[in-house]
């Protein structure tokens, strides 16, 4: 395979590149997470496991497609993952945690890699951690209907392409008006927003490895 256990660990110890180029795509900036964090109220902090693991011969992450629902995420692709809860110790914690819940798999041969860049979410008022992880393999998986309406697996060597970077047009609410923004075409899938912008910096960290 063409990214194995070794170039993941490397990932430990990368400059992160953040997500300043894919804004530069997207045509407008987010707020400052500093000064969102010293906002009243204070926004939900969450966290989604970017797992890495090796299937049918090459390395995968897993994506999942989530229900149509009256809410902010509806029929979005994202990271599996959500808001942290008390009783989590850390965001790797929530991360491992909401995975299971919503996936279904144990996580118990999960070795977390480390922390990517947050992202902050506008319409939910959240910032999203994502946690990049690693499996020898991905057991049994029972996703919450409730919660999941499909898991895409996704080869990262299908990630790594350059030509699923598409553009459409679509309202971004965060801005409040309509323009044409990037994303990755994924299987067929729109994934943009917060998602494109976890899916561009795993990218470039891989990338820079090569």
């Known amino acids: 395979m063409s990214i194995d256990i070794a170039a993941i660990e490397r990932m430990e110890q990368r400059p992160l590149p953040g997500h300043g180029a894919f804004l530069e795509l997207a045509g407008y900036q987010r707020p400052d997470l500093n000064e969102v964090r010293l906002r009243s109220p ?12 090796p299937r049918s011969g090459s390395m995968h992450t897993l994506l999942m497609l989530r229900p149509t629902y009256e809410g902010v995420h509806s029929g979005q692709v994202g990271f599996p993952g959500g808001h942290r809860e008390l009783y989590d110790v850390d965001l790797r914690a929530t991360a491992l945690r909401e995975f299971s819940e919503e996936v279904g798999a144990a996580t118990g041969n999960v070795r977390v890699i480390r922390e990517l860049t947050p992202v902050y979410i506008p319409p939910s008022h959240a910032v999203v951690t994502p946690v990049l992880a690693f499996a020898p393999r991905l057991g049994p998986t029972s996703p919450d209907p409730r919660e999941v309406a499909g898991l895409i ?30 994303y990755w075409d994924i299987d067929g899938h729109v994934v943009w927003g917060a998602t494109a912008l976890m899916i561009a910096e795993l990218r470039a960290l891989f990338l820079e490895d090569r």
Request: no cysteine; glycine share 2%.
């Open 42 to 53: 204070a926004p939900k902090e969450s966290a989604v496991l970017v797992l890495l693991y």
């Open 153 to 182: 697996p996704t080869a990262m060597d299908h990630l790594l392409r350059d030509d699923i970077l598409k553009r459409t047009r679509m309202f971004v609410k965060a801005v409040g008006r309509e323009l044409v923004v990037p």
